[in-house]
Structure formats: C-alpha cells, structure tokens
C-alpha cells in the first residue's frame, strides 16, 4: 500500500454510519474499531495496517486502544503510531483515538490500578508509543477499589487541563462508582464522555445492572466492547475449532466455553439470523445497536473480510 489515500467515498453514508454519544458533540461511527488483538508485535504489520485502513475506507473513525493491547504490552500503540505515519497522519484530525489504563502495564507498585501516578504515567508513555500530541478520549480502564475514586478522577480531568485528552471515560466501573465519577465529573467540567462495558446477546449485564439506563438518563454514550463474544456469535465455531481462530489461542477465549448447551444456543441464534438473511455477526451487532442508550459496537476483526461483513450491520 504506497502512499495511500483515503476512499473519497468514506463519508458518503455518514447518516446511516454516526451517532451522537450520549449528549455530547462527538458523534461516533456506530461500529467501531478494536486494537486488543490483531494489533501487536507479533501480528503481521501488512494485515494490521490493512485493516485500520479498510476501516478508515468505510467511515470507522474510532480506533480503541489500551497501554497494555499487544502482545507484548504496548505493542497495539506501537503500530498505530507506525500505520499514523505511513497512511493516516494527514487524516488525525478525522480520527477519534482512545487509548485507557487500569491493568498491569509496567513491574512494580505503581504499573497497574487507578493512582494518578500511575494513569498519568501510562497516558504520556501511551501518547509516544502512538507517535501522537494527544489523544481523543482516556479511560479509566477498571475500577480500583483500594485508590479514592476521587483521585483517579482528578488525574481524568488534569490530562484534560494538560490538553492531552480531549474526552474521558471509564470502563467496567460499577453502577455505585459510575454514579460518583458521573457527579465528580461534571462538577469539574470534564464531562463524562462514555462508558465502555461488555454487552452482546451472550451478556445482558450492562442493562440488568442499571449501567446502560444510567448513561442513557445522563447523557453518557455507551460502547460494547466483545460484541460478537470474541467470535462467539459468528459463524466461526459453529462447526468446530478452525485453525488461527481466537479459540486456538486459549488465552481469552477457552474452548470450555463450547459446551453442547452453548452451541446449541449459538445454533439457534444462527437459525434465527439466516430467517432474515442476515449473517450471526451482523444479527449480534444490530441487537446491540438496538439497545436503548448504545452508541456505538467496538469490534475486533482479524481479517478486512470480517470488518467488512460486520460493517453489514449499519445498513439500513
Ligand atoms: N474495556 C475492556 O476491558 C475491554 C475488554 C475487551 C475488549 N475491549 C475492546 O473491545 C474490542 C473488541 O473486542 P473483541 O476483539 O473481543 O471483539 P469481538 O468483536 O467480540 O471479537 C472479535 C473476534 O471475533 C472474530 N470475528 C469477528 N468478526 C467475525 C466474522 N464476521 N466472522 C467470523 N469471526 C469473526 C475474530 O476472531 P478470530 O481471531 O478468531 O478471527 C475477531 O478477532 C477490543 O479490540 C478492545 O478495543 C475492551
């Protein structure tokens, strides 16, 4: 891919593609892009740099990023900052960048958890591994329950004072602490942008644990990460484990999950996507998209053709 350019037509369906997060300014594509896989050190460069760009094509202009995405850590930050120089530098201003900290990311007491050391830190490490003067948006990426919530989120708004986050959000916080970050928040004008939590037809815990009502009564947006239950709610296991698969990894995704009732369950979703022509993938994600108060889907892809068939779920 020498010198690249973006597709003219990147924006020609923005009306079907963007939605407002919460009651923000920002709008977001309703299907976003993840760097938890397939992004680092180990992956080849050429697909990576393919995929974000595909994704660039068709209107995707939100990359979700961690410190710690890789392998090795840092690693997924390491090759945005190389796809930012090679291809989409000259478009920076057209991309919403988030990267977050929370987990373990460097040895010793303050590498891991909710210190404002530690998030300042991790943020202005984060900042010189993408190659980028700042970033869009900067999650609290858990919940910590030994550090004051108050100093976490006080580190949230001072990197916004510092000017090198736009936006912040936080991921995975209970309802109690999204409650307190949503008044703390707002009380230091850094509203809270988004909440980034697991939703998909395999795990309705945002919206039984009040999460998702939340944000939708506050103005907050709402992004599901694992949408397709890492591979889960696609065609990908229904007839076995393929090779190269996530599943083969074992990591994240155990091949315990596939138990006969599992696969049952995921056969009959599958049954229920073909009687409306629509592929497993596509009918997961149109499913969350229809949630009350959901923003925006934040898919991971190891190949352009899985991006390109999950875009199907935007379509009218
Ligand atoms: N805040 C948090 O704590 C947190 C936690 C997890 C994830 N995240 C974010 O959410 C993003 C997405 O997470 P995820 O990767 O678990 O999402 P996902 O969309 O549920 O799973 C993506 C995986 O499913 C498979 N897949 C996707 N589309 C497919 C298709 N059309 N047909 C067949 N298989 C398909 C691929 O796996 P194969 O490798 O098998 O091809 C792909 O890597 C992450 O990149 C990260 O940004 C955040």
Redesign the pocket.
Known sequence: MENYQASPTRYQDSEQIYRRCGNSGVLLPKV????????GGNDPYDRSRAIACYAFDHGITHF???NN?GPPYGSAEMTLGRIMDDDLRPYRDELFIAT?A??DMWPGPYGNWGSRKYLIASLDQSLRRMRLDYVDLF?S??YDPLTPLEETLQALVDVVRQGKALYVGI??WPLHALEFAQRYLRHHDVPLLIY???L?MLDHAPITEGILPFCQNHGIGFIS????????????YLHGI?E??????GR??KPDVLTPEMLNHLRQLNNEASAQGR?L??HALRWILEQQGVTS???????T???E??LQCIRP
């Open positions: 976003s892009l993840g760097f938890w896989h397939n992004f979700d990023l961690a995405y977050k929370g987990y999650y990426h858990r991921s995975r980034q939590g697991r998909n990460f694992s949408p397709l239950a890492q591979g889960l709610l696609t065609d990908r393929p190269g698969s996530r599943m083969t990894q994240f995704l592929t993938a596509e889907v934040l898919v991971g892809a190891s190949s053709e899985q991006l068939r999950n």
